[in-house]
T-cell receptor, first 109, second 114 residues
Framework: RKEVEQDPGPFNVPEGATVAFNCTYSNSASQSFFWYRQDCRKEPKLLMSVYSSGNEDGRFTAQLNRASQYISLLIRDSKLSDSATYLC??????????FGSGTRLLVRP | DTEVTQTPKHLVMGMTNKKSLKCEQHMGHRAMYWYKQKAKKPPELMFVYSYEKLSINESVPSRFSPECPNSSLLNLHLHALQPEDSALYLCASSQSWTENTEAFFGQGTRLTVV
């Protein structure tokens, strides 16, 4: 089983839609969790950290479910500029930052 | 704008060449990372430095040799690479290795081995 797994997508949604991505991790003792965004041929950029209590930043909401070992990212009111690959990152008990395979989002007009 | 700077942005090298990738950050971060990313794949961890000491080596072949001359600089020395080593090499830094681990990435060096 992979350490971090994501649905590769693509998710093809119209502007204004709400879309959610999930990411599962295998090690229950994992330390920290993040969502990154990566545009084509660019570096990953930190989107948000994921806290146990959940956190929100504008149209983006991240949640952590330790019992089921998954994190989620919800994007409301999708914009064309949200089109990108969304990568979850899990920090393992040995402090390795491990990326999921990424979920591709396409927002169409 | 990224505060992690990588040079060069593009590099083409022959299999017998020796080259180095450079990474610099001025955020006072004490952990620095090298990742390798192939097309349509996620970044894969190669090395982690914490306080200028190598903390993680993910069984990377010895033709890749990392070096951390000081807390702001990270190099990756390349020697006798293979065409399959062609990839985007990403450097990242975080405040610390074990806490506040939000990592910030440089723009990467796109390496082609011919």
């Amino acid at each position: 089983r992979k350490e971090v797994e994501q649905d590769p997508g693509p998710f093809n949604v119209p502007e204004g839609a709400t879309v959610a991505f999930n990411c599962t991790y295998s090690n229950s003792a994992s330390q920290s969790f993040f969502w990154y965004r990566q545009d084509c041929r660019k570096e990953p950029k930190l989107l948000m950290s994921v806290y146990s209590s959940g956190n929100e930043d504008g149209r983006f909401t991240a949640q952590l479910n330790r019992a089921s070992q998954y994190i989620s990212l919800l994007i409301r009111d999708s914009k064309l500029s949200d089109s990108a690959t969304y990568l979850c990152v899990v920090v393992t008990p040995s402090y390795k930052l491990i990326f999921g395979s990424g979920t591709r989002l396409l927002v169409r007009p | 704008d990224t505060e992690v700077t990588q040079t060069p942005k593009h590099l083409v090298m022959g299999m017998t060449n020796k080259k180095s990738l450079k990474c610099e950050q001025h955020m006072g971060h004490r952990a620095m990372y090298w990742y390798k990313q192939k097309a349509k794949k996620p970044p894969e961890l190669m090395f982690v430095y914490s306080y200028e000491k190598l903390s993680i080596n993910e069984s990377v072949p010895s033709r890749f040799s990392p070096e951390c001359p000081n807390s702001s600089l990270l190099n990756l020395h390349l020697h006798a690479l293979q065409p399959e080593d062609s990839a985007l090499y990403l450097c990242a830094s975080s405040q610390s290795w074990t806490e506040n681990t939000e990592a910030f990435f440089g723009q990467g060096t796109r390496l082609t081995v011919v």
